[in-house]
């Protein structure tokens, strides 16, 4: 045999060698069998952490299937590798996330106990993003199971977002189904109900946790059903950052403008419109999204609706009579959560504003608007405590009243505290463009973190999963209004302490409370 036969059999032997060992390790990991498909995940030995990435919980939701109440996947033979992030749904902003599809309701599954005798409690991780951005592939559900010292497993769910999710009016209520982007959610939360003891996880022990659009989901799910969804899906709630834009009833005029606008821009002006759109190539109705989704300054325009069914009446009205899911309730809020959905370099009235904000408002409800918030400083002050309050921090206060002494609040107050800047402490490879880690300190991180790990384990953020320095965290009630401030010193140390919501805070979530029935939350 010459040299070139021995350096020929040489590479073969290494290639045969390589990919036994690849066969070996794909062998070692375990093989979910759902019914429908057989998925096989990727262990990463190194973290003793089993990921399945994009398993498939519902049919693809397109052609007839588009505003269509979501519907089980069919079956596949052969086993599936979970080794690559699903695509995103189509985004109704600009973005650079890749190969946008219609076909994108899947989930990733982060397991440390695939194989283990003891089913682990189960967070369920929903994104936020306006209901128009955002993907499971942004958040790598293994930082959590990392950070809760591999306690608990977590599911990383996708929900068809923007005119593909969120397109109301009379026309969808009777061809289709209102809040499809919703009924994406809780049909991965009953996909999580039947399977994930496959995983290791625990169905009895599900804590659903979001941040913004995700936290807003969280707060509909709480209501849905008039707080009576069968089976129960979560036992526990987390909410960082709650986001409760205008919820309109699915045919009043705003919703109803905005499908009419639809229609009109794909060419459906037809008596069958909704049919008609169904018929439309799915790039062509992302432009449309595209074009219609800005909404007034730092809103959207497709948001979930009060649909008779899934959601029946405002959440906030909900939330007063106590019809909620759940037994408990973590609720998390930023300082300065208004500060990006405001432009910064506008001279603002704040009568006029807040007209814009709520177009329902009245001469009336925004001098009262003026006369609450002129104490607190500039215009552009006022501006900023007003969305800050009415759609992310005062809404929250109403969640907490639905969940009496059963409930944690905290206060992210890390400078510049700005909504979005805690995600990157629950996910640090999160990548937001011009946002970053604020407070690297890991004590700080730590302590953090384990509030919410804790609460979802234990139903508590004192049992700690790991040793931190949080003092014990009250519960949170209206005759006791105590929360955990997480902030830093001057000189650039962990500060963490008990704080008393403040008064004035509150007399002003009353007045927004008030006049629910004219924001339309």
């Known amino acids: 045999m010459n040299l070139a036969s021995l350096k020929t059999l040489h590479t073969s032997l290494f290639f045969l060698v390589a990919l036994r060992a690849v066969h070996s390790a794909h062998a070692s990991t375990p093989i979910v069998d759902l019914g429908y498909a057989q998925y096989q995940g990727v262990f990463d030995a190194a973290l003793n952490i089993t990921s399945f990435l994009g398993i498939r919980y519902a049919a693809a939701p397109t052609g007839n299937l588009r505003w269509r109440v979501p519907s089980p996947p069919s079956t596949v033979s052969g086993v599936q590798l979970m080794d690559t992030n699903p695509p995103p749904c189509y985004q109704g902003l600009l973005s650079a996330a890749p190969a946008q599809t219609e076909d994108c309701l899947f989930l990733s599954v982060y397991s440390p106990a695939i194989t283990a005798m003891k089913l682990l409690p189960t967070i369920v991780w929903i994104h936020g993003g306006g209901y128009v951005i955002g993907s499971a592939s942004d958040y790598n559900g293994a930082e959590l199971v990392q950070e809760s010292n591999r306690e608990v497993v977590v599911v990383v769910i996708q929900y068809r977002l923007g005119v593909f999710g969120f397109l109301a009016g009379q026309q969808v209520k009777d061809g289709g189904v209102l809040n499809a982007g919703l009924l994406d ?17 625990d169905p009895d022990k599900v804590t659903i946790w979001g941040e913004s659009a995700g936290a807003g989901s969280v707060l509909q799910h709480v209501v849905a059903h008039d707080g009576k969804t069968e089976p129960q899906l979560f036992r526990a709630a987390i909410t960082s950052s709650t986001l409760l834009p205008s919820q309109y009833m699915y045919n009043d005029r705003i919703p109803q403008t905005r499908f009419n606008n639809v229609a009109t821009e794909a060419g459906c002006t037809a008596a069958d419109a909704l049919e008609c759109l169904r018929g439309v190539d799915a790039a062509a ?42 037994v408990i309730l973590l609720s998390m809020t930023n300082t300065n959560e208004g500060v990006l959905f405001v432009n910064q370099s506008v001279e603002y009235d704040a009568a006029q504003y807040v007209h814009q904000l709520f177009p329902l408002f009245g001469a009336q409800e925004s001098a009262a608007v003026v006369s609450i918030y002129e ?11 007003i969305m800050k309050e009415s759609i992310f921090v005062c809404p929250t206060y109403r969640l907490l009243e639905a969940f009496p002494n059963a409930s944690y609040k905290g206060e992210y107050a890390v400078p510049p505290a700005l909504h979005g800047d805690d995600v990157f402490y629950y996910f640090p490879s999160f990548v937001q463009p011009g946002s970053m880690l604020q407070f690297n300190n890991t004590i700080f991180r730590t302590a953090f973190d384990q509030g919410f790990l804790s609460f979802a384990a234990h139903l508590g953020p004192n049992t700690k999963l790991l040793p931190s320095i949080t003092p014990a965290w009250p519960k949170w009630s209206e005759s006791a209004p105590q929360e955990m401030v997480f902030n830093r010193t001057e000189g650039g140390a962990p500060w963490i302490s008990t704080a008393l919501t403040s008064e004035a805070l509150l007399e002003r979530c009353e007045f927004w409370k008030s006049v629910r029935s004219l924001t339309a939350q």
């Open 285 to 326: 109705l992302q432009e449309i999204n595209l074009n219609l989704t800005p909404g007034f300054q730092g809103t959207v325009t497709f948001v979930p609706v009060i649909d008779q069914s899934f959601i029946t009446q405002s959440p906030t009205e909900l939330l007063a009579q106590g019809s909620v899911n759940g």
């Open 375 to 385: 104490p607190l400083g500039s215009p552009l002050d006022q501006v900023n405590a």
């Open 185 to 201: 959610q809780d049909f991965a939360l009953r996909w999580v109900n039947k399977n994930i003891r496959k995983f290791g996880g």
